[in-house]
């Protein structure tokens, strides 16, 4: 059964840091690998969606890289604002063909610093 | 604007009552999906429906129902079956197999 894992559970930077989100998975077979933004007590807002062919996506200051081979993927927000502030998901979608189960992280709860 | 409506934004429920949460969608999607999020824990997927009148269950079904009698709607009832079911219930949808639409949320409490 796949598991997904993400380090730290919590972080806090001051504003125009560079910073890294981490996110590991156990089975390397997945279709994509999405991360998500979470706000208090909102939904989620997809932000980057990796497709298992793919190694990297960017969105603005965002980037987000995928390796199959070791589990790991990275979100990477350059120059950080205090309005990056929120919970980060990472949801690994299995492949197999008409699978929908999406596994996710518990999330790295991001605080930016004025 | 397309997207996703839930309601009520916050429920609460008495003992060996039964509550539904509603969830509307003008996006055109095909699937439609149910998860629980509890404080500290990933989102759990509870059930999902790929097309109209169909739906499977996901990871933590029991004490839960849905229905998909049309493609914008996908309601699910929590049932006096489900001992805890304070937490955060969401939404979404998707075209393919992967969502990545979700609503606002309910947000459940017993009284």
């Known amino acids: 059964k796949q598991e997904v894992t993400q380090i730290p559970a919590a972080l806090s930077v001051p504003e125009g840091e560079n910073l890294v989100l981490n996110c590991s998975f156990t089975d390397s077979a997945i279709y994509n690998l999405q991360w998500f933004r979470q706000d208090p007590g909102k939904g989620l807002t997809s932000l980057l969606l990796i497709q298992s062919s793919q190694r990297e996506q960017t969105s603005g200051r965002l980037n987000a890289s995928l390796d199959k081979s070791s589990g790991r993927s990275t979100l990477y927000i350059a120059a950080s604002q205090p309005g990056d502030s929120a919970t980060y998901l990472c949801a690994a979608s299995p492949s197999g063909a008409g699978s929908y189960q999406l596994t996710f992280g518990k999330g790295t709860k991001l605080s930016v610093i004025p | 604007d397309g997207g996703i409506t839930q309601s009520p934004k916050y429920l609460f429920r008495k003992e060996g009552q039964n509550v539904t949460l509603s969830c509307e969608q003008n996006?055109?999607?095909?699937?439609m999906y149910w998860y629980r999020q509890d404080p500290g824990q990933g989102l759990r997927l509870i059930y999902y429906s790929q097309i109209v009148n169909d739906f499977q269950k996901g990871d933590i079904a029991e004490g839960y129902s849905v229905s998909r009698e049309k493609k914008e709607s996908f309601p699910l009832t929590v049932t006096s079956a489900q001992k805890n079911p304070t937490a955060f219930y969401l939404c979404?949808?998707?075209?393919?197999?992967?969502?990545?639409?979700f609503g606002d949320g309910t947000r459940l409490s017993i009284l």
């Open positions: 979404a949808s998707s075209i393919g197999r992967t969502p990545q639409h």
């Open positions: 996006l055109n999607h095909d699937a």
